[in-house]
């Protein structure tokens, strides 16, 4: 890495706070993947305000410079993305054109964890997508679960919505134990490393 993937995640995540629109776009440079953070801020589902996924949106521009990938971060806190069959958000990530989605959220777990979410049935195996991102890794000794709690089968989700459209999608969970506040700086680098490996193999 040409700097510390830690450091970069925190200024990026810092950088949201000041970003004067309701999200942030990014073209994809090459590979049409299109990372997404629907839930990086507060938002509201069904009238109830919902947390923040912690650092995702950070973690979505990081990947996205690094990769070459596209990149969608929702700020509006208007609504949800990933609760509404139809929302603005949507609308941005099918203006990039991706062949690729990866929706990135966060969920508490005490374990060092990414978990993808195929929203494949119940028993289906997982997407050739979703064992890529897996195997890479579960090569940089991230360890993984797929399909557990957050199997991305919700209706609207980011997942069911770009699969729908014939798209590659999968969901990645990524514990908080994962992200800056709490992660040592060398499982970060092998966490970035790893996701933006899977990226490029993605976009491929």
């Known amino acids: 890495m040409t700097s510390d993937a830690r450091d970069e995640w925190r200024r990026l995540e810092r950088s949201l706070a000041s970003y004067d629109a309701p999200r942030v776009v990014v073209p994809a440079r090459e590979g049409r993947v299109v990372i997404t953070a629907p839930h990086a801020v507060e938002h509201v ?23 070459g990938a596209g990149a969608v971060v929702e700020l509006s806190r208007d609504g949800d993305p990933s609760w509404q069959a139809h929302h603005p958000f949507k609308d941005a990530v099918a203006d990039l054109d991706p062949l690729v989605v990866l929706d990135l959220h966060a969920m508490r777990s005490k374990d060092h964890v990414v978990e993808l979410g195929t929203g494949e049935p119940a028993g289906d195996p997982p997407t050739p ?30 997942t069911q919505w770009a699969r729908g459209r014939g798209l590659g999608a999968a969901q990645l969970e990524v514990s908080v134990q994962l992200v800056p506040p709490f992660v040592d700086a060398r499982t970060c680098e092998r966490l970035v490393g790893a996701l933006v490996d899977a990226v490029q193999r993605a976009g491929g």
């Open 45 to 67: 589902r069904s009238g109830e305000l919902k947390r923040p996924d912690m650092w995702t949106g950070g973690l979505a521009l990081l990947l996205a410079e690094r990769s």
């Open 129 to 158: 997508l979703a064992v890529l991102v897996r195997e890479t890794l579960e090569d940089a000794g991230i360890a993984t679960l797929t399909d557990h709690r957050f199997p991305a089968r919700g209706h609207a989700t980011l």
